[in-house]
């Protein structure tokens, strides 16, 4: 054991010397950073004693990069120390620790992992939404969400001056958030205009989860330029993936401000609805669409975005136990399962959201609820419990808002008191500094 640490110390005096290379100008005036490397040298050394620190984190919600070895949200000093552990054999290697992404744990992670800690690193290892371990450039200066869910989300973080092309979609779903002068890329991650992107030399492109099969041949078509995939619009994987691209991209402040806004209000709804039983527990319907023509369509749980977002809100979903996020049904199965609710969700996103008034949501309802044989037997129509769900609420930071939403329609008794047409209002606010006029679910619960 004697020899082991005697390794560790050696290696601890290479990784200084090496950080202080790094991180210190050859001037005169080095004496802040000589400070900075001081200070790291008392936390750095290794204590005699073999326990591993107690810094392994247990919350669902990871930092995503190479040298957070305590799996938490953030890198820190306490990463240092647990990787320290693991060199010295008294902690158990994390998925992260590997700092240099080299297969090895050893001082070189260490000295890593402080330059990242300092906000002097030059670049750092993120594992993205499709698990492919990316190297990223710092400090990261521009960038292209190719999806106008992501981009919406960046934008909640304050990165609108570091955006300089978006995807088709954004313009015209989502014209209210701005950007209307930058060029377009994309559309939903598909099409990506090569040259164009090249032209404005982006120091990451990021591509949603539906892309992560195509990332490699994107990347091959994008040299020194990050190619990220990232689900930060889906409700299963937004919260990870906002961290990881806060801490990016210098917004890490930005980003937990975002997620506790998310987390309060998710919160909520858990508290709630958590001890309702299961005959308190009204059945839905979840229809997928695309275009109001378009029926039975029925979302499961197991969608990772809509799915989950109407999950735990005090109903039974009638597709629980079907294989697949979305599936077409007959309209006998639904009639045979008569739900008691009926959620229409407008993927299409042009008949409901901003501009809209109620009337125009009525007379689209009415459209909905056309051309359905037998469906008038059905408990949601006669109970008039049939809703409409623009998925702008649905994806993105904006999930909880649905979230909130599904509850409140199926417990009105329960959410008097809360307003999800005010929590939109607030999120435009507080995220964006709008006030967009418009109606994005129909009819309002009371």
């Known amino acids: 054991m004697n020899g082991m640490k005697t390794k560790v110390m050696v290696g601890i005096i290479v990784g200084l010397l090496l950080l202080t290379l790094l991180t210190s100008p050859v001037t005169a005036s080095s004496s802040a950073n000589a400070s900075d490397t001081a200070n790291l040298s008392d936390s750095a050394v290794v204590s005699d004693s073999a326990a591993a620190p107690d810094f392994v984190a247990t919350s669902d919600i990871t930092l995503n990069i190479l040298g957070n070895a305590n799996g ?80 919406e989300t960046l934008l909640a973080l304050g990165t609108g001056d570091m955006i300089v092309g978006v995807d088709r979609a954004f313009h015209e779903r989502m014209a209210e958030f701005g950007l209307l002068d930058l060029p377009e890329v994309s559309m939903h991650g598909q099409s990506v205009d090569y040259e164009m992107v090249l032209t404005l030399e982006p120091d990451i492109v990021l591509l949603p989860l539906s892309r992560a099969e ?8 994008l040299p020194n ?101 979305s599936i ?8 045979e399962k008569n739900p008691d609710f009926m959620f229409a969700d407008l993927m299409k996103g042009f008949d409901s959201g901003p501009g809209k008034t109620e009337e125009d949501m009525e007379n689209l309802l009415t459209e909905v609820l056309s051309d359905r044989p037998g469906f008038e037997k059905v408990n949601a129509v006669k109970n008039n419990n049939v809703y409409l769900v623009d998925r702008d609420i649905i994806g993105g930071p904006r999930w909880v808002i649905g979230h909130i939403y599904f509850a409140k329609s199926m417990h009105p008794e329960l959410f008097e008191d809360i307003d999800p047409a005010e929590i939109h209002k607030e999120y435009l606010k507080k995220f964006h500094n709008l006030e ?8 309002l619960p009371e």
């Open 225 to 325: 330029t990050a190619v990220v995939v990232m689900g930060l619009a889906s409700q299963k994987s937004i919260d990870s993936d906002l961290t990881t691209m806060g801490f990016v991209l210098g917004k890490e402040k930005e980003a937990n401000e975002l997620l506790s806004w998310m987390q309060d209000y998710e919160e909520l709804v858990k508290e709630r609805t958590s001890d309702l039983t299961a005959d308190e527990m009204p059945t839905f319907y979840y229809e997928y669409m695309s275009g109001s023509e378009e029926k039975w369509w029925v979302i499961t749980p197991d969608d990772p975005s809509a799915g989950q977002v109407a999950e735990e809100t005090g109903g039974l979903n009638i597709a629980t136990g079907l294989a697949g996020t």
């Open 214 to 221: 195509n990332a490699d041949d994107i990347a091959r078509n």
């Open 328 to 335: 077409e049904v007959d309209p006998e199965w639904v009639i």
């Open 436 to 443: 967009v006029a418009g109606t994005w679910a129909y009819p």
């Open 72 to 151: 938490d949200r953030t890198i820190d000093m306490k990463d240092v120390e647990y990787t320290e552990s693991i060199i010295l054999g008294s902690g158990s290697q994390t998925e992260f620790a590997d700092a240099t992404g080299d297969s090895s744990i050893d001082m070189l992670d260490v000295t890593r992992i402080e330059l990242i800690n300092l906000g002097k690193a030059k670049e750092l290892t993120l594992v993205d939404g499709a698990g492919r371990q990316v190297n990223v450039t710092l400090p990261v200066k521009n960038i292209i969400p190719t999806d106008y869910r992501t981009t």
